[in-house]
């Protein structure tokens, strides 16, 4: 669909539904009621298009998005993801179910299209994979309805009406802009804001006790699951307002995008400890003797998603990637099972792994390799995918009840702002970041909270400390942010290991940046190249879908923590080619990424040429028929025409399909010609009987032959016990014999 002119010119956010039907073009709004058989009642006192929104509210697709084709769930999380609004250079062809839905809308952009999601349909959305689940899209759409209508009425200042979809979206437009939201936050009443930073101090959640005793509320109301909030109190005042969401049975936690305005302050109020970790650090060299140095994770997340593209592989969607998968591409790229168990994970929650990632209209396909690094790290920062937490982080492994996520995204970010105080090329002992970790007044709240995820969970509780050190020295060295330094063997009970932060994680972490500056200038760089006759280095410039399409007549050469090389060997051609792939668009794929080097081009041309065709025709077996005048006979005649392939080859017939012997040998030997069978006359089973006496009858009715059954792609044929008797002294007319087999003799071709 495409939108009116004013639509082009409003904001870059989400828009209201509401809003989106309006500026539709009359000819489409009246396009999509019929296709989706929506009844317009023109008696009502709403518009067509707010009729329209609330049908449109009732699909089941928004209820249960797994009810769409892969590809189509995949773009439509991306395009909520981008919230709301996903920029593509063309029009993805995933999202014409979505389209025809009217659940994502086109909208006209300079040098591309924009896909929009309304604000109604994102929060209706389940969770999936890679989200934040702290955020408010999440808790927005999990609330209990009464909740949901005291949120809205709070920002529509009327009492929301059904469906309450609709009535959010002044809410979230509110939560997704980051200074409206900050000043709602200051507009709180002096005894809101002391408990909002209360709860944040103690990580951000507290359940009903706890919020009831921060805020001294004397009265117990208790129910099955335990103490009921008071309707009147302070909490109540943050529920209302969407500052602080219940979640069943008994917890209350603050949405992510108020914990980042709530927190800044506090980070503010923490610059003498910024401070004495920066004069530790540069009171003297921590520099290692011996380092571990960080790589980027674009090429072995690109070389996994080529090679699980290999049709023996089978990874299903929500559940955990195979440990015997996990092993075999450790294995084979040498590299650690809990480092490709991380990159797989968080390739699988951006789509990397889905079919629809070949596509170049849209993320992750649209995205370039050296910008494949940056998009695993914000999937792991928003959680959902990855919690170190778990013994085995990797949250698809749990089943779909259990997948709570622990609190380990407040220890995340400890740790991210103790990383952000050390300089580029500055070696600090992991001593100083967990003294960060430990001196920050959450670090007691957070702990109570993993205890009590743990026990949900029915995993080992771990410390914030020891959260924090898995977080430092395993998940941000697997994804190219920090260096490890290997500790002298007398200071390793004093400061421990040391680490650094890395030039790609400066770019990583800097805030207020745009896309392009935020990412290292020697990842964006660099075109694709062939190394020699067979291997292709691929390029950071190249687009991940461009790479990924050439999986099918690939192999896997090389892989660095820079580089990843394919190699273009005469076998992975000649299997594409046996498996249906055209030479011609193997050439066009390999075109995009570089020019082809001559033996290659060669070889695809090669491949690509045409000598002749041969036509396939389905047969029930071959008649031998020497002789050219009996073979015309049985091909012209009207009783025989029909069993047979026309045109055959010389010297024979071909049996039509379906075409049984017994059928063919009395047709034939009406018209004077035998059938031979393994070189004995075939004989039907049933004879016509003839003019003569009972006895005759039943003599030639006693040579019924005796059945012999073929295979599959054979004549089922039937050969006679004996040579039936002739009257003596009658004169028969000569029969002529032909033969009859599956095939024809390898030596009589064309042309005999």
């Not at 002119?5 to 539709?24: C, F, H, P, T, W």
């Not at 005894?191 to 009265?219: F, H, Q, S």
């Not at 879908?545 to 050439?550: A, D, E, F, P």
């Amino acid at each position: 669909m495409s939108s009116r002119k004013e639509l082009d010119s409003q904001s870059m956010g989400a828009i209201r539904l509401v809003d989106v039907l309006r500026q539709l073009p009359d000819r489409e709004l009246g396009s999509l009621v019929a296709r989706l058989k929506i009844r317009i009642d023109e008696a009502k006192r709403i518009d067509v298009p707010s009729q329209v929104a609330r049908m449109l509210l009732q699909l089941p697709e928004m209820r249960d998005a797994g009810i769409l084709p892969g590809p189509t769930r995949e773009l439509l999380y991306r395009v909520a993801e981008a919230r709301g609004v996903l920029y593509a250079q063309t029009l993805p062809p995933a999202v014409e179910p979505l389209v025809a839905r009217g659940i994502v809308f086109i909208r006209g952009r300079e040098g591309g299209v924009e896909l929009l999601l309304p604000i109604a349909h994102m929060i209706q959305l389940r969770s999936w994979e890679g989200e934040d689940p702290r955020g408010a899209r999440a808790l927005l759409a999990q609330l209990n309805p009464d909740v949901a209508s005291s949120i809205a009425s709070h920002y529509l200042g009327r009492p929301a009406t059904p469906p309450v979809a609709l009535c959010l979206e002044p809410a979230w437009e509110v939560f997704a802009d980051h200074k409206r939201l900050a000043r709602e936050v200051e507009e709180l009443a002096p005894l809101e804001r002391k408990l909002l930073n209360a709860i944040e101090k103690v990580g951000g959640e507290v359940d009903t006790e706890e919020l009831l005793d921060l805020e001294r509320e004397p009265m117990r109301l208790r129910g099955a699951t335990g103490a009921t909030p008071s309707r009147r109190g302070v909490g109540f005042a943050l529920e209302r307002r969407g500052f602080l969401i219940p979640v069943h049975p008994n917890r209350h936690v603050i949405p992510s995008e108020v914990v980042a305005i709530v927190g800044a302050q506090r980070r503010v109020e923490r610059e003498a400890q910024r401070r004495e970790i920066r004069s530790f650090v540069l009171a003297e060299d921590h520099a290692p003797r011996r380092a571990r140095f960080a790589e980027d994770p674009a090429p072995i997340a690109m070389a996994m998603a080529i090679a699980v593209r290999d049709p023996s592989i089978e990874v299903r969607a929500g559940v955990g990637t195979p440990r015997s998968l996990i092993t075999k591409f450790a294995a084979r790229f040498g590299r650690e099972p809990e480092a490709i168990a991380l990159v797989a994970s968080l390739s699988r929650a951006i789509g990397l792994w889905d079919p629809s990632a070949v596509s170049t209209a849209s993320p992750p396909g649209s995205h370039t390799v050296g910008e494949l690094g940056r998009a695993l790290f914000d999937a792991w920062r928003r959680g959902g995918a990855w919690d170190e937490a778990r013994p085995d982080g990797e949250a698809l492994r749990v089943t779909a009840d259990a997948r709570e996520t622990s609190a380990v995204g407040v220890v995340r970010e400890l740790v991210l702002e103790a990383l952000q105080e050390l300089g580029d090329g500055r070696w600090a002992p992991w001593e100083a970041v967990a003294a960060y970790v430990r001196s920050d007044a959450r670090a007691p709240g957070v702990a109570r909270l993993i205890e009590r995820w743990a026990q949900r969970a029915a995993v080992e509780a771990m410390t914030p400390a020891e959260v924090a050190r898995r977080v430092a020295l395993e998940t941000l060295h697997i994804l190219g942010i920090v260096d490890l330094g290997d500790p002298e063997s007398d200071d390793t009970e004093a400061i421990g290991p040391t680490l650094r932060i890395t030039p790609r994680g400066r770019a990583f972490l800097s805030e207020g940046a745009s896309a392009e500056s935020r990412t290292p200038s020697l990842v964006l760089t660099g075109a694709s190249r062939f190394l020699d006759t067979q291997a292709l280095r691929v390029g950071p410039s190249a687009t991940v879908g461009s790479v990924i399409s050439l999986a099918p007549f690939v192999e896997i050469g090389g892989v660095t923590g820079t580089s990843l090389d394919v190699l273009i060997t005469p076998q992975a051609l000649s299997h594409a080619l046996s498996a249906g792939f055209d030479g011609e668009v193997m050439r066009t794929r390999l075109e995009a990424l570089a020019p082809l080097p001559d033996p290659i081009a060669r070889t695809l041309t090669q491949a690509s040429t045409v000598i002749g065709r041969a036509e396939f025709v389905m047969t029930q077996g071959f008649l031998w028929v020497e002789d050219p005048e009996v073979r015309e006979l049985l091909r012209t005649r009207r009783q025989s025409a029909d069993l047979f392939v026309d045109p055959s080859p010389p010297s024979g017939l071909l049996l039509a399909v379906g075409v049984e012997l017994e059928r063919v040998a009395r047709r034939c030997r009406a018209l004077g010609v035998e059938v031979l069978v393994d070189g004995d006359v075939y004989r039907t089973r049933s004879v016509p009987p003839g003019r003569g006496s009972g006895a005759r009858r039943m003599d030639s009715s006693g040579s019924m032959a005796a059945v012999r059954s073929a295979s599959a792609g054979t004549v089922a044929a039937v050969r006679s016990s004996s040579r039936p008797p002739s009257a003596t002294g009658a004169r028969q007319p000569a029969a002529r014999s032909v033969a009859v087999g599956s095939t024809p003799p390898a030596k009589r071709g064309i042309g005999e």
